[in-house]
Each structure stands twice: as structure tokens, then as C-alpha cells.
């Protein structure tokens, strides 16, 4: 079993500034990834959408968010966390943290972020 806590979110106005972050209740291979997907609000029939991951020699972020959000893990402490810079309306949206353990997907409960003008 792998618990993945996540702490950060809030309510911002356009423009402004989050971090993100995830405990890991385990280790987490540093081969594997760990990382933040997300759910629209009303979109609750959609797939999560992922946004940000990382690993040992690789890092993804989803088009829409490069150069806004950076993400950065330690891997000691099996924490991940995502700074996100100059936010927008459409990333209003729950916030789940991921990883990868045991080929295994595991999943936090799910941070709101919302964002206004």
C-alpha cells in the first residue's frame, strides 16, 4: 500500500502563484515515476489529465503549462512538489498526486486549486 498526501492548494486570483506538494508513505523507486494529474471542475466523466512528472533523467509537462509550472522531487524523502507561476483560469481543477510503485498506479486524494479573475 502506498499513501500519497497532498498539501497546497487554494484559491488564487489570475496571475498568482501555488505549490504543490506530495508525501509518499513509502519509497519510491527514483526510476519511477511520481507527479501531478488533474480533473476540470464539472468534468468529473473525463480522464484525469496529467500535468506534470518526473523521474531520474526525464521530465514531462503537459504543453499548456510548460514554462509556468515547474516540478521537482526529492528523492529522499519521496516528496514531489509543483511550483505553478502565472496560473489561469483553466487550470482551476482538483489536483492528484501520482506515482508509480510495483508497476502499480497509486493516487492522493485530490487537492482543489481555483483560480479567478
Known amino acids: 500500500q502506498v499513501q500519497l498526501v497532498e498539501s497546497g492548494g487554494g484559491s488564487v486570483q489570475t496571475g498568482g502563484s501555488l505549490t504543490l506538494s506530495c508525501s509518499a508513505s513509502?519509497?519510491?523507486?527514483?526510476?519511477?515515476?511520481m507527479g501531478w494529474y488533474r480533473q476540470p471542475q464539472g468534468s468529473q466523466g473525463t480522464r484525469r489529465e496529467p500535468?506534470?512528472?518526473?523521474?531520474?533523467?526525464?521530465?514531462y509537462y503537459r504543453d499548456s503549462v510548460k514554462n509556468r509550472f515547474t516540478i521537482s522531487r526529492d528523492y529522499a524523502q519521496n516528496v514531489v512538489s509543483m511550483k505553478m507561476d502565472n496560473l489561469i483560469s483553466e487550470d482551476t481543477a482538483t489536483y492528484y498526486c501520482?506515482?508509480?510503485?510495483?508497476?502499480?498506479?497509486?493516487w492522493g486524494q485530490g487537492t482543489q486549486v481555483t483560480v479567478s479573475s
Open positions: 513509502t519509497n519510491i523507486q527514483s526510476n519511477n515515476f
Open positions: 500535468v506534470a512528472s518526473i523521474r531520474v533523467g526525464c521530465t
Open positions: 501520482h506515482a508509480v510503485k510495483d508497476g502499480v498506479d497509486w
